[in-house]
C-alpha cells in the first residue's frame, strides 16, 4: 500500500496543534499514527519520569514494559543516546526487550526539548525491517511537534 507520509504527517500536526491538552495530543497522535500505518503493529509514547520510562498512551497488545529505566532496552538506549534507533530484526539486538512475540523491528524516536528527552515514541511492526528513511522522518517530525505540545 503506498503511504502518502506528507499528508498523514499534515494532518497530525493540525490534529495535535488543535488539541490545547496535553496528554490528549498524545493519545490523538498514537492513534492518528496507527490508524495510517498498516505496518505499525504497536505505537506507543513513554515519558521521561525521574531516570524511567512510563509507559503512556498506546495502541497495540498490552506490554509489560511499562516503565524502562534509561539505558535499559531499546527504549532506554534511545533515551541515552537522544537518538532514533531502528532495529531491523529484533531478535538479533540483545539490547531488546520482548512485548510480543510477533515483534520483528522497531523504532524508537526520542522526544526532545531544547537538549533534554522528554520523552518518546515505539513503534513495534510484525514485519522485519519495517522502517525505513521516510518512516524515521516521519516519525522525528511528529516527535517535534510533541516536544513543542508536551513537557
Ligand atoms: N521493545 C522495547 C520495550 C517496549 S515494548 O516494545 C512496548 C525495548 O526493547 O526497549
Given at each position: 500500500m503506498?503511504?502518502d507520509?506528507e499528508?498523514?504527517?499534515?494532518?497530525?500536526r493540525?490534529?495535535?496543534?488543535?488539541?490545547?491538552?496535553?496528554?490528549?495530543?498524545?493519545e490523538?497522535a498514537?492513534?492518528e499514527i496507527k490508524?495510517?500505518?498498516?505496518?505499525y503493529?504497536?505505537v506507543?509514547?513513554?515519558?521521561?519520569?525521574?531516570?524511567?520510562?512510563?509507559l503512556g498512551p498506546f495502541?497495540?497488545?498490552a506490554?509489560?514494559?511499562?516503565r524502562?529505566?534509561?539505558?535499559?532496552?531499546?527504549?532506554?538506549a534511545a533515551?541515552a543516546?537522544?537518538?532514533?534507533i531502528?532495529?531491523?530484526?529484533?531478535?538479533?539486538?540483545?539490547r531488546y526487550l520482548a512485548?510480543s512475540?510477533?515483534?520483528r523491528?522497531e523504532i524508537?524516536?526520542?522526544?526532545?526539548?531544547?537538549?533534554?528527552v522528554?520523552g518518546e515514541i515505539?513503534?513495534d511492526?510484525?514485519?522485519?525491517?519495517?522502517?525505513d528513511?521516510?518512516?524515521?522522518?516521519?516519525?522525528?517530525?511528529i516527535a517535534?511537534l510533541?516536544a513543542e505540545?508536551?513537557?
Amino acid at each position: 500500500m503506498q503511504i502518502d507520509y506528507e499528508a498523514v504527517q499534515a494532518r497530525i500536526r493540525d490534529v495535535v496543534r488543535s488539541e490545547p491538552d496535553a496528554p490528549r495530543a498524545l493519545e490523538r497522535a498514537v492513534s492518528e499514527i496507527k490508524a495510517a500505518m498498516p505496518d505499525y503493529t504497536w505505537v506507543g509514547i513513554y515519558l521521561l519520569q525521574g531516570g524511567e520510562l512510563v509507559l503512556g498512551p498506546f495502541l497495540g497488545k498490552a506490554s509489560p514494559h511499562t516503565r524502562i529505566p534509561v539505558g535499559r532496552g531499546i527504549c532506554g538506549a534511545a533515551a541515552a543516546e537522544k537518538q532514533t534507533i531502528v532495529v531491523d530484526e529484533v531478535s538479533a539486538d540483545e539490547r531488546y526487550l520482548a512485548c510480543s512475540l510477533e515483534t520483528r523491528s522497531e523504532i524508537v524516536v526520542p522526544i526532545v526539548r531544547g537538549d533534554r528527552v522528554i520523552g518518546e515514541i515505539d513503534v513495534d511492526s510484525d514485519r522485519a525491517a519495517a522502517f525505513d528513511g521516510r518512516d524515521r522522518a516521519f516519525l522525528e517530525s511528529i516527535a517535534g511537534l510533541l516536544a513543542e505540545q508536551v513537557g
